[in-house]
């Protein structure tokens, strides 16, 4: 099993800037890819991209192509989301999940998820 906790979320203006942060820890030698997930009040959770710990494949959703860079520090176990150029619809609480099995954009093809952090745009 692998322990998730991600930082970093807040409230910022539209056209602003976040980065979350997705600590991992415990069985990490097992990964095979780490994803981002959010979900909005309301809605269903929504794939946002996914990463294989090997940094080969690296794909975005349509929604936040050209505005969000996900990216790993392996050293540290740890995954980011760099997110530019939010909009008042990016407003969600964010997740970062963890799979040791080839893994696309559905959630339940991760194993293991973090605790989730809001993220704000008021409009």
């Known amino acids: 099993q692998v322990q998730l906790v991600e930082s970093g979320g807040g409230s910022v203006q539209a056209g602003g800037s976040l980065q979350l942060s997705c600590a991992a820890s415990?069985?990490?030698?097992?990964?095979?890819?780490m994803g981002w997930f959010r979900q909005a009040p309301g809605k269903e959770s929504d794939f946002i991209a996914r990463?294989?710990?090997?940094?080969?494949?690296?794909y975005y959703a349509d929604s936040v192509k050209d505005r969000f860079t996900f990216y790993k520090d392996n050293a540290k176990n740890t995954v980011y989301l760099q997110m530019n150029s939010l909009k008042p619809g990016d407003t969600a609480v964010y997740y970062c999940?963890?799979?040791?099995?080839?893994?696309?954009?559905?959630?339940?093809?991760?194993?293991?998820w973090g605790q989730g952090t809001q993220g704000t745009v008021p409009s």
């Open positions: 999940a963890h799979t040791s099995r080839r893994a696309g954009q559905h959630a339940k093809e991760y194993d293991d």
């Open positions: 990463i294989t710990w090997s940094g080969d494949s690296i």
């Open positions: 415990g069985r990490t030698f097992s990964t095979y890819a």
